[in-house]
């Protein structure tokens, strides 16, 4: 992800206010493959991560006025992205048919067994993070998969800089026990 200082992201917000469509297109590149990156992590679906992305940012510039120059951007562009796949999985859970169910067991039965080792550790670990409970999944998202520290952690977050290194101590150690099979 490419970072940006926070000048140049506050001339970015700064136009983005006043819809200039140049300064949305740079944070749009600056920002859409960390977004797309989370929401793969978070949904376990990559068509639906692209559109949870595109919708991301449709929402950010739609509501551009009320972003805070002071605040973290940043932040509010995840935490939509996060309510967007929040209620995307809410809505995919309650809509789950049988036919998934046969186009799982034609897919094993052309595979080989390492092939499906693989897929059950990736399996296994997808349902591992998800477990987690959702602070803690949130903060070991960010962390591992999105580069963010800490402190960013904690200000995207809105809890403190402690309650975020908590978090990560509990999401390795539940991580570590829930995939103890597969670390031997």
Not at 130 to 158: H, Q, W
Request: glycine letters at 2%; hydrophobic letters at 40%.
């Amino acid at each position: 992800m490419y970072k940006v200082d926070d000048k140049k992201l506050a001339e970015l917000i700064t136009g983005i206010k006043g819809k200039n469509h140049e300064a949305f297109r740079e944070f749009f590149m600056i920002f859409q493959p960390g977004i797309f990156h989370y929401l793969i992590r978070l949904t376990c679906d990559k068509s639906l991560a692209q559109d949870l992305t595109q919708e991301t940012f449709l929402k950010f510039w739609i509501c551009s006025e009320k972003i805070d120059i002071n605040s973290s951007p940043k932040a509010y562009l995840y935490k939509i992205a996060r309510n967007l796949a929040l209620n995307s999985i809410r809505q995919k859970h309650s809509t789950i048919s049988y036919d998934e169910d046969e186009s799982l067991l034609i897919y094993f039965s052309r595979r080989s067994e390492a092939e499906i080792d693989s897929l059950f550790f990736v399996d296994d670990y997808q349902k591992a993070v998800n477990s987690l409970p959702e602070r803690c999944k949130t903060v070991f998202l960010l962390s591992r998969f999105n580069g963010f520290d800490y402190s960013e952690i904690a200000e995207t977050m809105e809890i403190s800089l402690q309650t975020v290194k908590n978090q990560m101590n509990k999401a390795l150690s539940v991580l570590r026990k829930r995939l103890q099979s597969h670390l031997n």
